[in-house]
Nanobody
């Protein structure tokens, strides 16, 4: 399984970039997907997760109302639309796939089986 994230870069506060993550996996539509982020000197933290169908989503309090997770199962891709970015959103953003082998809460890192390489998002004020 390989996950390839893209869409990061240097942006201004208030900008609205969109991250993408494409999975090289069979039956992508069977699996929950998640986004996490890790800022310098901090632990990797949950951002958002979406169910296999896209019908259920969860968000961290810090991004709820500003970020939207979505997926296109025909393209094996999950997205993270980030609106009204703030400097504190600066981090490496990782996508991950939950193949149902662990059964943990989907807001926890341990729930996920594979991770992408990460894409840096830097928000300047």
């Amino acid at each position: 399984v390989q996950l390839q994230a893209s869409g990061g870069g240097l942006v201004q506060a208030g900008d609205s970039p969109k991250l993408s993550c494409t999975a090289s996996v069979r039956a992508f539509s069977n699996y929950r997907m998640g986004w996490f982020r890790q800022a310098p000197a901090k632990e990797r933290e949950f951002v958002a997760t979406i169910s296999w169908s896209g019908g259920s989503t969860l968000y961290a309090d810090s991004v709820r109302g500003r970020f939207t997770i979505s997926r296109d199962n025909a393209k094996n891709t999950v997205y993270l639309q980030m609106n009204n970015l703030k400097p504190e959103d600066t981090a490496v953003y990782y996508c991950a796939i939950d193949m149902g082998t662990k059964g943990y809460n989907p807001t926890l890192r341990n729930a996920y089986d594979y991770w992408g390489q990460g894409t840096q998002v830097t928000v300047s004020s």
